[in-house]
């Protein structure tokens, strides 16, 4: 019967059908998205070799998928280039969005505040009120990172053009620059200060 279909009996009975209901069974036992657990290392880890935006040369993505517990399913992935030593990690949902969500408020006053890790999505705003800093949500992508690290990124986002803007728009620099200066206070916990996301 060259040319026909064959039929599902004649499938069952070459016995590839039993292959395909397990491999079946199989892939919808396996979990996609692993839970956290700090008892256990990650280890699953997908690795790609991909091209760095810094100097061109090829590094290594590494793309986690996994669930952090009372938050959401979600990619982590993670660049470094063993040529510049450029770095980037980025958290991505990976399920729904929610209608609404949470506020945070910390009261950052002691060193210990400043190294508290902070997972923010692409959808979160930031907010410091007392350097009347506000990060629209969906102007930087998802991260995983400490207090510092977002003042840290905030800094280094407004002093990427500063030299163009010192000569294009002098006053837009100097603002730059003394809020620089008072961010850096607040870095450096010279004063305390709220963070809201």
């Known amino acids: 019967m060259s040319g026909s279909i064959p039929s599902t009996k004649d499938v069952e009975d070459d016995g590839k059908s039993d292959l ?14 692993k839970p956290i657990d700090g008892e256990k290392s990650v280890d699953e880890a997908i690795q790609v070799e991909s091209m760095c935006i810094n100097c061109g040369e090829n590094g290594i993505t590494k793309l986690l998928l996994t669930v952090i ?10 660049f470094s280039c ?22 945070c408020t ?11 890790k902070v997972i923010k999505s692409d959808f979160a705003s930031i907010s410091i009120p007392e350097l009347e800093l506000d990060v629209p949500a969906s102007s930087q ?6 207090v510092e690290g977002i003042l840290q990124r905030i800094m280094e986002g407004l002093r ?5 803007r010192k000569r294009e728009h002098p006053e837009d620099f100097e603002q730059i620059e003394k809020f620089l200066c008072k961010a850096e206070k607040y870095k450096q916990l010279e004063y305390p200060f709220t963070l809201v996301s």
């Open 20 to 33: 395909a209901e397990a491999s079946t069974n199989t892939f919808e036992e396996k979990e996609i998205f």
């Open 69 to 78: 517990p009372f938050y959401k399913e979600i990619i982590l992935s993670s």
């Open 82 to 103: 063993p040529h510049c030593a450029y770095t980037d990690n980025e958290i991505q949902s990976a399920g729904e969005i929610q209608a609404q969500g949470v506020q």
């Open 106 to 116: 910390l009261k950052v006053k002691e060193i210990y505040d400043l190294n508290r």
């Open 141 to 146: 992508k998802g991260e995983v990172t400490t």
């Open 160 to 164: 990427q053009d500063q030299g163009q």
